[in-house]
């Protein structure tokens, strides 16, 4: 009777251990659901009070064939999990020392650095640098006109994106007005980043950004570099220029590109240059004030050359050594007429030298292209 009772006990064990490692159990790592086409002796066929020996024998092979089903024919550990589909992990239960695990897990929680929101969906960030760092240099719509309503006073800007200048935000601005008054925050709102508007006077355009907020606003500068930005605005980008005229009035252009290259004509063209006398020699520069000054630019330019036989260069200051002119007037008594473009320095000037003396010219601007 002893011996039944210690049969008894050892099967009710191995029942305990066939359903630790069939469903998981205990503090460790969940174990795989297993089926086997063998079904499980009950608990009772091992303990009932009329259990004969030979019904228990019969019992406990048929548990034997079950354990066996499930777990190998060799009684070692390594088969009975490699059977059950478990990977092995150490005593431990960490992570780390599970073999056949993945080499990364997809991300969950908050997102961080350049994005923003919830994996597995997160956004880019207000001045997330990523997106900016690829497309440098990137301008898209933000063109300047005067405004309908209030030409001389306002500026408007149509909707766009610009990269910062420092190619680490990506700044969005709706349709945005701005008048010439002093700044502040919002469409409506003045410009000018410091001081009163100046008559006859370029001011720059800047998109601008403050990253903690998200805000973009529009900013003008007399400096096509260094503007004043208001307090928390860390982010800026040129996105064109104006000149007002004697009455601090803005005049009046039009725009043309949204791009990197945009074209600027005048509604009414100005002579920057009249009877301007043209040195033989070394080159002289001519100053053309109709031109944005702080930047280069690509002037677009009437000249009108006196009926004085000769032959004109007229150049960038950048490149000072041409080998032959570009405008020549070859009939005595009559004058030369032509359309001219030339990349100024930043003190909107241009350069001209001819091969005889007593030579002049007359030079009105028509406008410009900017490489913004």
């Not at 695990?101 to 880019?124: E, H, I, R």
């Not at 209030?150 to 990269?163: E, Q």
Request: charged content about 10%; hydrophobic content about 40%; overall charge neutral.
């Amino acid at each position: 009777m002893a011996m039944k009772r210690t049969l008894a006990a050892t099967a009710a064990l191995m029942l305990t251990l066939a359903a630790v490692l069939v469903i998981g159990g205990g503090p460790g790592p969940a174990r795989a659901q297993v089926t086997c086409p063998t079904s499980l002796p009950p608990a009772g066929n091992f303990t009932s009070a009329v259990t004969t020996q030979g019904q228990f024998k019969t019992n406990l092979t048929n548990l034997v064939a079950y354990l066996t089903c499930i777990l190998g024919t060799d009684g070692t550990t390594v088969t009975a999990k490699t059977t059950l589909g478990l990977a092995t992990v150490a005593t431990s239960g960490s992570y780390a020392d599970l073999s056949s695990k993945p080499a990364a897990l997809p991300p969950t929680g908050a997102a961080g650095g350049d994005l923003a929101g919830t994996y597995p969906n997160p956004t880019l960030a207000p001045g997330g640098g990523s997106l900016a760092s690829l497309l440098q240099g990137h301008i898209g719509g933000l063109a300047l006109s005067n405004d309908g309503t209030s030409p001389t006073t306002v500026i408007d800007t149509s909707a766009g994106v610009a990269t910062s200048d420092d190619a680490t935000a990506m700044m969005k601005l709706a349709s945005f007005t701005k008048s010439t008054a002093a700044w502040a925050v919002g469409g409506g709102n003045g410009c000018l980043d410091s001081g009163s508007v100046a008559t006859a006077t370029w001011y720059h355009l800047f998109v601008i950004e403050r990253t903690d907020t998200g805000v973009v606003d529009e900013l003008c500068s007399t400096s096509a570099t260094a503007p004043t930005l208001p307090t928390s605005y860390t982010k800026k980008r040129r996105i064109g220029s104006f000149k007002t005229d004697g009455s601090a009035h803005i005049l009046a252009f039009t725009q043309y590109g949204t791009g990197t290259i945009r074209q600027y004509l005048w509604a009414s063209a100005p002579r920057d240059q009249n009877g301007a006398a043209v040195p033989t020699g070394t080159p002289s520069l001519f100053t053309l004030a109709s031109l944005p000054s702080g930047i280069k630019v690509r002037a677009i330019l009437n000249i009108t050359i006196p009926g004085t036989l000769c032959v004109v260069g007229f150049m960038e200051p950048d490149s000072l050594s041409p080998t032959d002119g570009n405008a020549s007037v070859v009939t005595s008594g009559r004058q030369w007429n032509g359309r001219i473009e030339l990349r100024t320095n930043t003190a909107q000037q241009i350069a001209a030298n001819t091969n005889v003396a007593s030579v002049t010219f007359n030079a009105t601007t028509i406008g410009w292209y900017d490489d913004i």
